[in-house]
């Protein structure tokens, strides 16, 4: 994955940037190899685990075939449910036939195997799991104004997942103060992301937010400055504050990126 922040650029000018990057980490790595050739300490004689081929082989025999046709179910929930009961019955037959078998091992196994099915449709050029061809994205509606009370919202859904953004305006004084190395500035373009346990069915402490969400928050933020940079620069001087907030209500993919399809 490539991050970048920055105007719109034709694509030889960004492939191009990636190169000079690229060419440039030469140097950096380049100076790590001879730091370990100099200090470096010998590397482990480490040996993995040998593969036990017999049971693999009798595990793909009961359940490679059905993971290929359970992962030709398109709906999510009823393709988890039938994964479920293939590796269920797969596990508690082979016990039933071996008891010194370990279940830990077998779904290990049968997660490898299951790996393995996706992998090879993928590279056969099969449809996605969803049931999408390679050149389809998943249905995407943006409803804006959606809460009566707020400043602005908008409900952003792409397949089965949903951000609620709220957007609130607020004066100069309520700017973040940022004390950093070469002295304190303020920040009037706060963008705050949030991955609430309920919007995966769990309970959990809500508190301050983990290290995913400001780093994921941070990636959304770059990539929209570019438009807040023209909004702020036409109101010069700048004498507002605005907070725009994205809690994910239902995710299935990344959803920090719901507020860049706002």
Known sequence: MVESEAELLSEDTMLGAVVFGHEQQQVVIQAINDLVKEAGKPRWDWQPEAVNDALNARVAALAESRLSDAYRITDKQERYAQVDVIKSETIDQLIAEDETLDANELGEILHAIEKNVVRSRVLAGEPRIDGREKDMIRGLDVRTGVLPRTHGSALFTRGETQALVTATLGTARDAQVLDELMGERTDSFLFHYNFPPYSVGETGMVGSPKRREIGHGR????????????????????????????????????????????
């Open 219 to 262: 990636l959304a933020k770059r990539g929209v400055l570019a438009v807040m940079r023209t909004w702020i620069n036409s109101r010069t001087p700048f004498a507002w504050c605005l907070r725009l907030l994205n809690p994910t209500v239902l995710p299935l993919w990344l959803p920090c990126a719901a507020l860049l399809w706002r």
